[in-house]
């Protein structure tokens, strides 16, 4: 069976520092995974996506960026954090584009 | 702007009754998903309807879609105080590059 991990669960930065999250899928080859942030609240507001290693597509101009250097690792990076970049940041994939999605458990980010 | 809205924003029931959640919506749809999310983890996958059906169920879910209102209603059927959560539509078409558009969510509390 199919699982995601993300780690780690929560983090708590200095403004400034920088930003590795990690999630890995196993059970599945070429999986579309897909990067959000989530306000307190609110929906999910999508960062990234990728269809294949090395292919980043990004949604929403800001301080992140993303890579894909396996199949099944997609990374989340950020060179300094700012105050606004705090949420719940959730990994997903799916095995086709704008059908179901799989997610991981998140990692609450605080940047103080 | 969101593409799908869900009313209300919260719903408080006695166990035992149904709850009665509603999305709607801007633009053509290819599909419309229902998601759960406990406090503070990850989304779990409900149900997919496709733009070409009215009506899906699974379990005490029953999902309905109604393409000429552009709207949704996810009905859960005798609550358990473990459907306390929050309830997300998401929503896929060619406007959003068949990526999900989510909304804000209802939170669901059912009482003992």
């Known amino acids: 069976s199919q699982t995601i991990h993300q780690w780690p669960a929560t983090l708590v930065q200095p403004v400034g520092s920088p930003l590795s999250l990690e999630c890995t899928v196993e059970?599945?080859?070429?999986?579309?995974l897909y990067w959000y942030r989530q306000a307190a609240g609110r929906g999910l507001q999508l960062l990234f996506y990728?269809?294949?290693?090395?292919?980043i597509s990004s949604e929403v101009p800001q301080n992140l960026s993303a890579s894909r250097p396996q199949d099944r690792q997609f990374i989340l990076s950020s060179k300094k954090l700012l105050l606004s970049d705090s949420g719940f940041y959730l990994c997903?994939?799916?095995?086709?584009?704008?059908?179901?999605?799989?997610f991981g458990p998140g990692t609450r980010l605080l940047v103080l | 702007s969101q593409q799908g809205e869900e009313d209300p924003q919260a719903l408080s029931i006695q166990e035992g009754e149904n709850a009665t959640m509603n999305c709607s919506y801007k633009t053509s749809i290819n599909n419309l998903q229902w998601y759960r999310q406990n406090s503070g983890r990850g989304l779990v996958h409900l149900i997919l309807i496709r733009s070409n059906e009215r009506e899906k169920h699974s379990g005490r879910l029953r999902v309905t879609l109604d393409t000429s209102k552009k709207s949704s209603s996810l009905l859960i059927t005798a609550s358990r105080a473990a459907d306390t959560a929050s309830y997300f539509c998401a929503t896929v078409s060619g406007y959003s590059n068949y990526q999900l558009i989510w909304g804000a969510g209802t939170k669901l509390i059912i009482k003992p």
């Open positions: 990728s269809v294949g290693i090395g292919q």
């Open positions: 997903a994939w799916s095995v086709i584009i704008q059908e179901t999605q799989y």
């Open positions: 059970g599945t080859s070429n999986p579309n």
